[in-house]
Nanobody, 115 residues
Framework: QVQLVESGGGLVQPGGSLRLSCAAS????????MGWGRQAPGKQRELVAT???????NYVDSVKGRFTISRDNAKKTVYLQMNSLRPDDTAVYLC?????????WGQGTQVTVSS
C-alpha cells in the first residue's frame, strides 16, 4: 500500500544538528497528515512532531523550539530538522502517514547523541 523510507540519522555530539528525511511511495501525498515519532530502548514510542496536509504543525513539549517538521509535496517527502540535540534525544526515529483511520510507520533511522 504505502512505503515510508527514512534517512539522515547518525551519530552527533550534544548541541549538534541532523536533518531526517522520509520519502513516501504513494500516488497522492499532499492530502495526508504526516508525523515523526521516536522510540528509545525500553521506552514507548513517542510522537514528537506532526504536520497536516495544510501545513499546520504540532510538537511535543520536549522538542519545541529545537525541532522543525516540514514537507515537500512535490518530492513526497517529510523532513525533521533537529537542532540543539541532547543525549535524551537518542532513539530510532520513524515517520508515519495517516490514511483514514490507519497510521503506517516506516522502519526508522537511528539517531545517537553522544560525545
Amino acid at each position: 500500500q504505502v512505503q515510508l523510507v527514512e534517512s539522515g540519522g547518525g551519530l552527533v555530539q550534544p548541541g549538534g544538528s541532523l536533518r531526517l528525511s522520509c520519502a513516501a511511495s504513494i500516488s497522492i501525498f499532499s492530502i495526508y497528515d504526516m508525523g515523526w515519532g521516536r522510540q528509545a530502548p525500553g521506552k514507548q514510542r513517542e510522537l514528537v512532531a506532526t504536520i497536516t496536509s495544510a501545513g499546520s504543525t504540532n510538537y511535543v513539549d520536549s522538542v519545541k523550539g529545537r525541532f522543525t517538521i516540514s514537507r515537500d509535496n512535490a518530492k513526497k517527502t517529510v523532513y525533521l530538522q533537529m537542532n540543539s540535540l541532547r543525549p535524551d534525544d537518542t532513539a530510532v526515529y520513524l515517520c508515519n502517514i495517516k490514511l483514514g483511520s490507519t497510521t503506517y510507520w516506516g522502519q526508522g533511522t537511528q539517531v545517537t547523541v553522544s560525545s
